[in-house]
C-alpha cells in the first residue's frame, strides 16, 4: 500500500530541507562550512576537529538533545549519555553540547562581529547591505524554497503568526501579547488547516514591504502569502482583516473568512450592530454588500468576522458550558463561525507540535534561535507530510 506513494526524494526527513549525504547541498552546509573552516579565520575554532562526516549528523545531534531541554549547556555537559550507544557511528567528539553550539556559530553566525550592541549590519557584503537577517538568509532560503515545492490544492488554508522565540537584543524582537511565547521574531506563516505549513515571511520591522502595500501592512501579507494557493480554495485569517482585503481576494478567486475589528468597516457609520447587552446568547445580526458579509454572534463574548463564501443563513447547534446551570446547553451558532473554528488552526496546530519537542538552547545570539526554531520546524513539517500520506494510504503510523 504505502509503496505506491509517488513522494518527490524532499519529502520526507530532514534531508528534504538540508540536502542529503550525496554532497550536492544548499551553500549554506558542505560547501559554506568547509570554506569558513579552511579560508576564514579558525583562531576561535582551533581546538576543534570537524570533518565532512559531522555535517549529516548535526541535524540529528540536535534533536537528540531536544530531549534535555529543561538544562543548560553547562548542565548538559554531564549528560552525553542520551546519545551515547555501544553500536552509534556518531563519533564521540560530535555529542559535546559545547563543541555542537561553537560549531554552530561559526557557520552561521559572523564570529569576528564584536560585542552584541555593535550595529548588526555593519559586517553584512556589499550585496547584502540593508538586511537584516543576511547571517541566517541562506537558512531561510533554503527552508522556504523546499516549502514551495509542495503541492497545494484546493482546500483550506490558514494565515497566522507565529514567533520565534529569543528574549535577548535584537532589532527585530517583537512583543504580541496573549501569545504562548510573546517575545521573540514575528513570522507571518500560512498552513494547511492541518497544520502543514506551506510558506512564512519573517516581520523585518515597519519598513517591510510585501507587495501590496496601499492596503496596509495586514491585507498586505495575506495577499503575499495567498499567491500560491489554487483559486476556489478559502483561506482564513485574523490578522488585520479589512473589508477591502475581502474584496482583493473575491478578484482573486479566492475564497476569505477572517474576524475583524468594529472601526475597519468602511460603511461603519449606516451599518449598525446591536450592542452585547442588548444580544442574547447565540442571537447573531448579519449584513451583506456584496460580495462580502458582515456577521456579529454573541456566546459568552461577542465576535465579529467578514467573509465572502459564508454567512450566517445556516445554523446549527453547538454545545457550550452554562454556569448558571452548571451543564452544557445547545447554542445556535452560525456556519461562519462553525467553518472558522475548524479550519483557523493550522498555525496553531504547527506551534503546538513544535512545542512538545522544542530544542532548548540557553544563548544570547538571536540568530542560532532562528537556526534552532527553522530545524525544529522542518522535522515537524517532514513528519506532517510523511502522517498524511500514512492516513491517505491506511498505513499503521506506528
Not at 562526516?53 to 531541554?69: G, M, R, S, T, V
Not at 559586517?123 to 537577517?133: C, R, T
Not at 477591502?244 to 468597516?265: A, D, V
Not at 458550558?321 to 496553531?348: L, R
Request: with cysteine.
Amino acid at each position: 500500500m504505502f509503496e505506491h506513494v509517488s513522494r518527490p526524494e524532499y519529502a520526507y526527513g530532514m534531508a528534504a530541507f538540508f540536502g542529503s549525504s550525496t554532497r550536492s547541498r544548499a551553500p549554506l552546509t558542505d560547501n559554506y562550512i568547509s570554506e569558513l573552516l579552511n579560508n576564514g579565520d579558525v583562531s576561535e575554532i582551533e581546538d576543534f576537529d570537524i570533518d565532512e562526516d559531522d555535517f549529516d549528523l548535526e541535524p540529528n545531534i540536535l534533536f537528540a538533545l531536544a530531549a534535555e531541554k529543561d538544562c543548560s549547556s553547562e548542565e548538559q555537559d554531564d549528560k552525553q549519555d542520551v546519545i551515547e550507544d555501544e553500536s552509534s557511528s556518531i563519533p564521540e567528539s560530535v555529542v559535546e553540547p559545547r563543541r555542537r553550539l561553537s560549531f554552530h556559530h561559526q557557520y552561521l553566525l559572523d564570529e569576528q562581529q564584536g560585542p552584541q550592541d555593535k550595529e548588526e549590519g555593519d559586517s553584512a557584503p556589499d550585496s547584502e547591505k540593508g538586511n537584516v537577517l543576511w547571517k541566517v538568509q541562506p537558512m531561510i532560503d533554503k527552508v522556504k524554497d523546499t516549502c514551495n515545492k509542495l503541492e497545494r490544492v484546493p482546500g483550506f488554508y490558514s494565515i497566522d503568526e507565529q514567533m520565534i522565540p529569543f528574549t535577548g537584543r535584537c532589532k527585530l524582537r517583537q512583543v504580541v501579547k496573549n501569545k504562548p511565547r510573546p517575545v521573540g521574531l514575528k513570522n507571518f506563516v500560512m498552513t494547511t488547516s492541518e497544520g502543514l505549513m506551506l510558506d512564512f515571511a519573517i516581520y523585518e520591522g515597519a519598513k517591510t514591504m510585501f507587495g501590496e502595500s496601499n492596503l496596509g501592512l495586514g491585507p498586505s501579507v495575506i495577499l503575499s502569502l495567498a499567491k500560491s494557493i489554487p483559486p476556489g480554495s478559502c483561506v482564513y485569517h485574523d490578522y488585520f482583516t479589512t473589508v477591502p482585503l475581502i474584496e482583493e481576494m473575491e478578484k482573486l478567486n479566492l475564497h476569505s473568512t477572517g474576524t475583524i475589528m468594529q472601526n475597519r468597516i468602511p460603511d461603519g457609520a449606516t451599518i449598525k450592530f446591536k450592542k452585547d447587552s442588548a444580544m442574547r446568547r447565540g442571537e447573531c445580526q448579519q449584513f451583506v454588500c456584496e460580495p462580502t458579509v458582515l456577521v456579529k454572534w454573541k456566546d459568552n463574548k461577542s465576535v465579529l468576522l467578514a467573509s465572502n463564501c459564508t454567512g450566517a443563513s445556516h445554523t446549527t447547534s453547538v454545545k457550550r458550558w452554562d454556569k448558571t446551570s452548571k451543564s452544557y446547553i445547545d447554542v445556535s451558532a452560525p456556519k461562519i463561525v462553525q467553518n472558522h473554528n475548524k479550519f483557523m488552526g493550522g498555525v496553531d496546530v504547527l506551534d503546538q507540535q513544535m512545542e512538545y519537542y522544542r530544542t532548548f538552547i540557553k544563548t544570547k545570539k538571536w540568530t542560532l534561535k532562528v537556526l534552532i526554531h527553522f530545524l525544529d520546524l522542518a522535522l515537524v513539517n517532514s513528519w506532517r507530510l510523511y502522517n498524511n500520506d500514512c492516513v491517505a494510504n491506511d498505513f499503521p503510523r506506528n
